[in-house]
């Protein structure tokens, strides 16, 4: 310890020098984030405002839906991610595995609590239960699959079945309550969530568009893609909000949340579209020409061969680009007034309550806390996947 | 068969059935902007024939092969396999590359997909198998390249012989009637050289009609049927191996073999 302490923090003058100062800088912001959340901090706030933060004015009797679609997407994900084939390396040991389970899960679950525990109550206790018990039973579920006949199913049907009961529960819950009742934190999520589902497939067709022999494709996928990374997309956000009254009578116009969606999936189109391309030019040119020796078609080679890698390839660019867009549907509340997380949390600082308090920073701590843990989540799946994906590739 | 037929690239000839080529190429050219790689070829391959083409690197022979199944485009002349002629419409060149296999310098499997499902996505993909018949004739060709208990792994856990093995398996998979071989062993480590030259003997011995660029001159005097000599995009010399290497007309032919040899 001594040695290893003489050896990496106090080699030379310089090294002692900048130990110094990086470790009292450190002890002093630990010390002022300590003090902050533990002793001056007026959490109440958030305690009392919890549900408006997290689904905003969502109607009370169709929240159940909303608890019984997070359930089924527990269940599915977990399912999908044990009944897939397991890699030809040796099975984890049960340590390894609850730890690997801990690095993956840890901070979710420990979040889940916080909100459990703030929330208070019975009904939020009993549906973290509940949750646990939906990923467990999504485990077996997924189990079934390796070890049973379920193993035949092909692959596709195998997802299709995953994915349709908590699709039917999302879509449900969106029919049942009008868009402009939902809020806070829920917003943010559908927002991101949609708009990466849109933006991916249309990303891959620009991409593909780009590269293609059709000049007419080409030059209108470089000029789409060229125009809106030109473009802020704060203001192509506000631009949403009233220029397509231009067009269309404002009674029949679309309402904020499918504007900001629309702009969005636009937008993260054009970025995808050149992390793609990056990814598409980067796998050598023998692969297409082992495609076509063999008589496969432009089609299949590149659905089968280029772009698969392609995708692998920039995993983590592609992330990146999925973590800016979640981050940026803060931007929706602003420009669109919808009533997101951010806009949720300003708001709830103004109720007669807690009016000219100063309890802005808690409320922003917390608004940044759960875009924190969402951002670092889907960054470590990134790299599992690419991990997971990379084992024994070149 | 008269050793005069054997001297000239363009008559039909050499096969062990001689009067059906199953390559005819005529006057074809072949430019790279100002470079021209391929000059005036003309030569006809018979079918069951073992031709292997040698030369200095740049002298045009990968391109002669590349053009047989259109990776390459010529740009005069006329190229037939089997009947069919090269041209720009689509079916022709799908129908060619459905005829003849390719081998390449670099391996160029797939490395996103299983041995087993590098070689069984041919015959699945093109030629509409069904997913449990393109894997049981998939293990039936492995098993041929002596390598059925690598199916499971991915390319990148295999040795580059074992590698190449598996893309001469993926090529016999669509059951072509021409094998192409560009360079097939030039990337492989020594030691590995005679495990893929052995499986493309065995593959001679049955038969096939193939064309093999190499500078394996061992294999060439062994298997070939005849030796095609090219230097700066010409056919130079035609002959069989033992014309070729032991008692050779042209100068070129004579430095390029005192050279390696």
């Known amino acids: 310890m001594i040695t290893w302490m003489r050896r990496n923090l106090f080699r030379s003058i310089t090294d002692t020098i900048l130990t110094v100062i990086s470790a009292s800088t450190l002890g002093y912001v630990i010390f002022q984030v300590f003090q902050f959340v533990f002793i001056t901090g007026r959490w109440e706030i958030i305690q009392v405002n919890l549900k408006i933060l997290l689904v905003g004015r969502f109607p009370e009797e169709l929240m159940f839906l909303v608890g019984f679609s997070i359930l089924a997407t527990c269940f599915s994900i977990a399912s999908l991610a044990s009944g897939m084939n397991r890699p030809l390396d040796q099975p984890p040991t049960l340590a390894g595995k609850l730890w690997e389970l801990f690095q993956r899960f840890g901070l979710i679950i420990s979040t889940s609590a916080f909100l459990i525990v703030l929330a208070g109550d019975l009904g939020a206790v009993l549906f973290g239960a509940y949750v646990v018990l939906s990923i467990f039973a999504g485990t077996l579920f997924g189990r079934a699959r390796r070890t049973t006949h379920l193993k035949r199913l092909p692959g596709w049907l195998w997802v299709a079945i995953n994915a349709t009961l908590p699709l039917v529960l999302i879509f449900l819950t969106m029919g049942q309550a009008a868009l402009e009742e939902w809020g806070g934190f829920l917003i943010n999520f559908y927002l991101a969530v949609v708009s990466i589902g849109l933006s991916f497939p249309l990303g891959v067709m620009l991409a593909l568009g780009r590269r293609s022999t059709l000049p007419l494709l080409r030059w209108l996928s470089t000029a789409y893609i060229e125009l809106i990374r030109g473009a802020p997309l704060f203001v192509l956000l506000l631009l949403a909000g009233v220029a397509l009254e231009f067009f269309i009578p404002a009674s029949i116009a679309p309402d904020a949340i499918f504007r900001a969606v629309t702009v969005f999936t636009l937008f993260t189109a054009a970025y995808l579209a050149e992390v793609i391309r990056g990814g598409l030019q980067s796998i050598p040119k023998g692969q297409a020409e082992a495609g076509k020796a063999l008589g496969l078609s432009t089609f299949r080679i590149t659905f089968l061969i280029t772009l698969p890698q392609a995708l692998r390839n920039v995993i983590p660019a592609q992330i990146g680009q999925f973590i800016s867009l979640f981050k940026d549907t803060t931007l929706a509340g602003v420009a669109l007034s919808v009533f997101d997380l951010l806009n949720v949390g300003t708001a709830i600082t103004k109720q007669d309550d807690y009016l000219g308090q100063g309890l802005i920073y808690e409320s922003l701590a917390f608004v940044g806390l759960l875009f924190w843990v969402g951002s670092y989540v889907m960054s470590r799946e990134s790299q599992r996947i690419e991990k997971k994906l990379g084992v024994g590739i070149r | ?261």
């Open chain 2, 1 to 261: 068969m008269s050793n005069e037929v054997f001297k000239d690239a363009s008559k039909m000839s050499g096969g062990r059935e001689s009067d059906d080529a199953i390559i005819i190429i005529e006057g074809v050219y072949k430019r790279f902007k100002d470079f021209e790689a391929l000059k005036n070829i003309n030569m006809q391959v018979g079918r069951k024939e073992v031709v292997v083409v040698i030369g200095p690197s740049g002298s045009g022979k990968s391109t002669l092969i590349r053009c047989i199944n259109r990776l390459e485009a010529h740009d005069d002349g006329h190229i037939l396999v089997d009947g069919t002629a090269l041209t720009t419409d689509i079916r022709n060149i799908q129908e060619i590359r459905k005829e003849t296999g390719m081998v390449f310098q670099n391996f160029n499997l797939f490395p996103h997909l299983t041995v087993l499902t590098n070689v069984a996505i041919g015959p699945r993909r093109v030629r509409g198998l069904s997913k449990s018949a393109s894997e049981e004739l998939a293990m039936e060709l492995l098993t041929r390249v002596k390598i059925p208990e690598q199916a499971d792994k991915f390319p990148a856990q295999l040795s580059g012989g074992q590698q190449q093995r598996v893309a001469l398996a993926r090529a016999l998979a669509m059951t072509p009637k021409v094998m192409l071989f560009d360079e097939p062993t030039s990337a492989l480590d020594p030691e590995m050289i005679n495990e893929v030259l052995d499986a493309m003997k065995e593959l001679a011995q049955d038969g096939m009609t193939m064309i093999v660029v190499t500078h394996e001159m061992g294999f060439a005097r062994e298997v070939a049927d005849r030796v095609v000599f090219m230097d700066k995009g010409e056919i130079v010399e035609v002959g069989t191996p033992s014309e070729i290497f032991d008692n050779p007309k042209e100068e070129r032919t004579k430095k390029f073999l005192s050279q390696i040899l």
